[in-house]
């Protein structure tokens, strides 16, 4: 199938991409193949001149972040 990210948002200069994760896990470093993904997405994607048209790629995960690994003050985590 087509792979696309959830979410793609254009600010006039290039595109956003955010592709939320609606599940937890249970091991460190199974999200990587998430974020691989997300690099898939932002290396596949670019302008009509061969140029990259996306500025950012993130996975939103979910739950708190772990000690000592960042995050916003909200208690959601980023992985870009």
């Known amino acids: 199938h ?3 990210p959830d979410f793609a948002l ?16 249970a091991e460190p470093g199974h999200a990587q193949e998430d974020v691989n993904k997300m690099h898939a997405y932002r290396d596949a994607i670019v302008t009509g001149r061969g140029g990259g048209a996306v500025r950012a790629a993130w ?14 003050a909200g208690g959601g985590r980023v992985v870009a």
Do not use: E, H, I, T
Not at 60 to 67: E, K, N, S, T, V
């Open 59 to 72: 996975c939103l995960f979910p739950g708190l972040p772990a000690a000592g690994r960042g995050g916003d």
């Open 10 to 25: 254009s600010d006039g200069r290039g595109l956003w991409l955010l592709d939320p994760k609606f599940r937890a896990y």
């Open 2 to 4: 087509a792979m696309q």
